[in-house]
T-cell receptor
Framework: AQKVTQAQTEISVVEKEDVTLDCVYE???????LFWYKQPPSGELVFLIRRNSFDEQNEISGRYSWNFQKSTSSFNFTITASQVVDSAVYFC???????????FGSGTKLNVKP | KAGVTQTPRYLIKTRGQQVTLSCSPISGHRSVSWYQQTPGQGLQFLFE???????NKGNFPGRFSGRQFSNSRSEMNVSTLELGDSALYLC???????????????FGEGSRLTVL
């Protein structure tokens, strides 16, 4: 079974629109970490955020915000007022028990058109 | 601060050959992980090394192996290459506190392997 599911394969929006990328995870561990990574066309994965299972506070960083809900096993990512530079593939990932073994979702390709 | 460096960036091999990929982590990072990225399977964990020891291993056949040197540089080797091994191989390093997980992986640009 997939531990991390990103149901949206590809999303296209027009610049300045808000967009939410969904992530649903599955784990039996009580201690786990959730991540979002961005992979621009250049290929290098860039870390965006980490959340541990004991911290359900939502986080905002500029135009980016993350909504972590343990009740629904979701860790969604919202980009407000999207820009063309946000075009990339975004990956959600899970690490269980504090190990450097990440389970990545299949990624959501975001296309932001001018 | 230099990032994670992977060499070679691109390589072409034929079935049955073997290949060695190299990864130099960020200075001070002692944990190095390897991932395989393909369009069909996405990003899959291969293995992780810390202080020259393999700590975690993914579900890949024994043809995939790796090692880490005392300077934290790591290599991975794939023997008897198959067409399905064509992929982008990503190396990631992370800082650890006494070997403990700190969470953030820093990725290299990858080595793109094509098997003909």
């Amino acid at each position: 079974a997939q531990k991390v599911t990103q149901a949206q394969t590809e999303i296209s929006v027009v610049e300045k629109e808000d967009v939410t990328l969904d992530c649903v995870y599955e784990t039996r561990d009580t201690t786990y970490y959730l991540f979002w990574y961005k992979q621009p066309p250049s290929g290098e994965l860039v870390f965006l955020i980490r959340r541990n299972s004991f911290d359900e506070q939502n986080e905002i960083s500029g135009r980016y915000s993350w909504n972590f809900q343990k009740s629904t096993s979701s860790f969604n990512f919202t980009i407000t007022a999207s820009q063309v530079v946000d075009s990339a593939v975004y990956f959600c990932a899970l690490s269980e028990g504090g190990f450097n073994k990440f389970y990545f979702g299949s990624g959501t390709k975001l296309n932001v058109k001018p | 601060k230099a990032g994670v460096t992977q060499t070679p960036r691109y390589l072409i091999k034929t079935r049955g050959q073997q290949v060695t990929l190299s990864c130099s982590p960020i200075s001070g990072h002692r944990s190095v992980s390897w991932y395989q990225q393909t369009p069909g399977q996405g990003l899959q964990f291969l293995f992780e090394y810390f202080s020259e020891t393999q700590r975690n291993k993914g579900n890949f056949p024994g043809r995939f192996s790796g090692r880490q040197f005392s300077n934290s540089r790591s290599e991975m080797n794939v023997s008897t290459l198959e067409l399905g091994d064509s992929a982008l191989y990503l190396c990631a390093s992370s800082w650890t506190s006494g070997g403990a997980f700190t969470g953030e992986l820093f990725f290299g640009e990858g080595s793109r392997l094509t098997v003909l």
